[in-house]
């Protein structure tokens, strides 16, 4: 069975910090795994997502995630955080297959303070 | 292009009254999928449609949830005499296919469905 733990229900920053919002992953196939950004009002969004081509993955708004096995994290970092980026995020993962069947997190709202 | 549109967007209800709620996919796309998202959770997996066939429900929490795509495009989902236990954001999402090769097809989702069940 799939799951995937967000740590950290809320995670405040000051503008211009670092930016760290964890996901660890349960699967027992190689999974493929993704991040998810919700504005308010808005559909789900997504970031970023690791299919096994490269470990580092770049997404849009400078946004990255390691996937990093060992550990089965994957957790998304932006080097400096602005005021938009205050949103909720979710860490998914799904398994291969013949469709896509997403498992959430619990996912992470993120805060971003002058 | 359009994204993924759903309709109605807030609907409140009173417990017992049957409640369908709409998806109009991304033109085009073959694959959709139907979520919950229950305050403070994250999304859950109710249903998936490949064209017009439903192949997996396993989702669905009883058989008051039944969902429906017979055209392969727009779908419905139908809560039949809902519960206050009912009450979440709907989300609807579609992708191109279900993989691009051995890759998962991203999915776009839509603005959700918010149902409140009084």
């Known amino acids: 069975a799939q799951s995937v733990t967000q740590l950290g229900s809320h995670v405040s920053v000051s503008e211009g910090a670092l930016v760290l919002l964890r996901c660890n992953y349960s699967s027992s196939v190689p999974p493929y795994l993704f991040w998810y950004v919700q504005y308010p009002n808005q559909g789900l969004q997504l970031l970023l997502k690791y299919t096994s081509a490269a470990t580092l993955v770049k997404g849009i708004n400078d946004f990255e995630a390691e996937f990093k096995k060992s550990e089965t994290s994957f957790h998304l970092t932006k080097p400096s955080a602005h005021m938009s980026d205050a949103a909720e995020y979710f860490c998914a993962v799904s398994g291969i297959g013949g469709y896509n069947k997403l498992i959430f997190g619990a996912g992470t709202r993120l805060a971003v303070h002058p | 292009g359009a994204g993924v549109s759903q309709s109605p967007r807030y609907k409140v209800t009173k417990r017992g009254q049957d409640v369908a709620l709409r998806c109009d996919p991304i033109s085009g796309h073959v694959s959709l999928y139907w979520y919950r998202q229950a305050l403070g959770q994250g999304p859950e997996f109710l249903t998936y449609?490949?064209?017009?066939?439903?192949?997996?429900k396993s989702g669905l929490p009883n058989d008051r949830f039944s969902a429906e795509r017979p055209e392969g495009s727009i779908s419905t989902l139908t809560i039949q005499r809902t519960e206050q236990r009912d009450s979440a954001m709907y989300r609807c999402?579609?992708?191109?296919?279900?993989?691009?090769?051995?890759?998962?097809?991203?999915?776009?989702f839509g603005p959700g469905t918010r149902l409140t069940v009084l």
């Open positions: 999402a579609s992708s191109l296919t279900g993989t691009s090769g051995s890759f998962p097809d991203t999915q776009y």
């Open positions: 449609f490949n064209y017009e066939a439903q192949q997996d």
